[in-house]
């Protein structure tokens, strides 16, 4: 019993140490005072303020629809690619396994580099080509990770009784294994998502000249010194993020467990 | 046989020719001269390592991975035991509130501790309403301490997690087996639990620590002019000085760290597997 009450106070200062941070700065985002004074006195003006800012309305446009090209392209090729190599041996499958980890080793900041001396090399500017593909490079092994997880619970002896009902092999796989697959094809997306839509470094590295992403808008706001209105947009990315956590956590809950397992 | 291929290939390619190939490329430009010599040099190479503050600066940044890895494992390991051994209703929300951070904005996390840290802000009226701070400054914002800080509270969950997988494979029965054997409480857990669960904290370690060497936007925000790393460096080579090919130098050295960094801690944990 005292072992318990140790844990859950120990638990509860661990908590705080996380949590306690971006409440603070949800609340400041509210506090009418420019510099997070207190005594706390309740205001919207910086959301207002944030909405009439174009620039950062645009870039955070910018960003959702370069998250949302990063997830498409992640889940599609993701789950191309362990449909594939299931039919490999294992010292191949081995080698696929440290290829998709291997974005995951690398410090982001070589990644980007190395991408932008890509370029140089081929002598092209930088451009949303190349800035969609580094961030398909470093969001797939998420996205590849909850697809695979899933593939694996799957039993393939379904999948075998329906080509002994005489489906062929897409009929199977429109009927039987997308169907298994897509709460999990769902969840990845929303990973890759999420770490496309936060990814500073990447975006940094190959932004095109002129256009700016959301996390570069509020990196550089950062930089030049306090603007209240990044508290109210970071608050609006944390809410956003825990509600997709929460969809991600409902959608995945027994394979999530299992990972952890 | 075909079809599998075709399946599997343009991920393949895009891994290969994205990931693996610019590294080389990456490479090929640290042996060429900024200056404009012509072929290959070892200059960049040559400048990096004569300068004492570049390898003041690798030093430093070896140090700073090291403390906030060693800082996660203190911080997270007995939090991990906890939701594995000694919590058991209410687990999942704990996990749960553990992964939400894990997975929300890490330049935002960083940004948060700004308003904290801040001199005059929310810690040090905090601080001073408890009688814990007296007047002046709180001097912690743009230091290597607020680094710290908004490091290990990154990169900590990591730790957690990577730990609590392995101490939930751990079966009670084994602990009630050390128990019952005579062994005490500091016993079981060096010679029992510990060599168990190691496998965890090394991979934990490995997640913190590699980011960690290539960390430059929380020592940026968070350290100010005192933030320099190995990181900021190759940042500012590639946008304020637009020394690209010593950029490229600086950041395949920092390559190496990695790599060297990963293998060691692969052989611990392989070593571990063995004696275990």
Redesign the interface.
Known sequence: MA??II??F??II??I??????A??MA?SFNKSR????PFEFSTEWYRVLFSNQKLIQAALDSLAIAAVTAVLCVV??T??M??????NSRVKAF?NS??V??L???????G??????L??LGLDRNYAMLL??H??VS?PYAVMVIGARLEDMNSEIQEASYNLGANEWTTFKRITLPMLSPAMLAGGF?AF?ISF?N??LSY?LIPTGKTTL?IE??SS??FG?TPE??AI?SI??AA??L??TVI?VLMRSSL?RM?? | MKKKALLVSPAMFILIAFAVVPLFIMLYFSFISDGGVPGFTLENYARFFSKPLYLALTWKTIKMSALVTLISILVGYPMAYIIAKIIKSGREILLLLIIIPFWSSQLVRAYSWMNLLRDGGILQDFLAKLHLFKGGELGILFTQTAVIIGLVHIFCPYMIITSYMTLEKIDDSVLEASKSLGANPITTFLRVILPMSKAGIVTGAILIFVPCLGSFVEPRILGGVNGSVIGTVIQDQFFEIYGWNFGAAIAFILLAMVLVSMGVMSAVNRRGEENG
Do not use: H
């Not at chain 1, 080793?105 to 070589?110: H, K, R």
């Open positions: 072992k318990k844990g859950w120990y638990s661990i908590l140490f996380f949590y306690a941070p971006v603070v700065l400041m510099y997070g004074a207190l090729l993701g191309a690619m449909l594939g190599q299931r039919e490999f696929f290829l998709v291997f974005p080793v690398i410090p982001w900041i070589i990644l580099l190395s991408l932008l001396l890509l140089r090399a593909i580094g398909v490079v797939f990973l999420m936060d500073f470094v590295f996390p509020i990196y950062i930089k306090f990044i508290n970071s990315i944390l993020t825990l997709m956590i956590a467990m952890f397992k």
